[in-house]
């Protein structure tokens, strides 16, 4: 892949953060019963960074859980013959909560209904919104996130990667073209 542009800087990055955060306790009238669930990998410590925000703003810490939503993707066989699963942590309850599933990018929307398939296993939440920091396009299921980051439209020869200091040591938001 070729480098084309950075597109958010560390500063973009926080300042997202925190106004998603504002608009999470807005949109919900503040936190009560509120939850936050990262989707592998870079959804996790979204959700984390998240959750601080929140409690700087509204002085509640929010549960925060990480989900791995691999068995339940559509294209499961077109990824792997042995898929690497990772445990998924969602240590509360979410049955009558609302919950927030975070991820780093909306694309197709696949990742997403998997992710609601694997919340609705895990109990009836009273709610289920999604937070994506970018929002590429190119959508092929019926699936619009509630808070976004950043919406950027791109092609699909084109690649947008979410780095983040906690799982590759660096903080940017980059697009690539294919080669």
Request: charged residues 30%; negative net charge; contains cysteine.
């Amino acid at each position: 892949m070729e480098y084309k542009s950075t597109l958010l800087s560390p500063e973009d990055l926080s300042r997202i953060l925190r106004r998603i955060a504002h608009q999470i306790i807005e949109k919900n009238h503040g936190t009560e019963n509120l939850c936050l669930i990262g989707i592998r990998t870079r959804g996790v410590p979204l959700a984390y960074r998240l959750a601080q925000n929140i409690e700087a703003i509204d002085g509640t810490r929010v549960p925060v859980g990480e989900l791995d939503i691999t068995l339940y993707r559509d294209d499961l066989s077109l990824v792997s013959e042995t898929p690497t699963v990772k445990d998924s942590k969602v240590d509360f309850d979410v049955a009558g909560k609302t919950v927030v599933l975070v991820d780093d990018v909306i694309y197709t929307g696949r990742t997403a209904r998997a992710a609601l398939d694997a919340v609705m296993k895990l109990g009836r939440a009273q709610k289920i919104q999604l937070c994506a920091l970018i929002d590429r396009g190119h959508s092929e299921l019926p699936i619009k996130a509630n808070y976004v980051g950043k919406n950027i439209p791109t092609s699909t020869e084109e690649v947008v990667a979410v780095r983040l200091r906690e799982t590759d040591d660096e903080e940017a938001v980059k697009i690539y073209v294919k080669n």
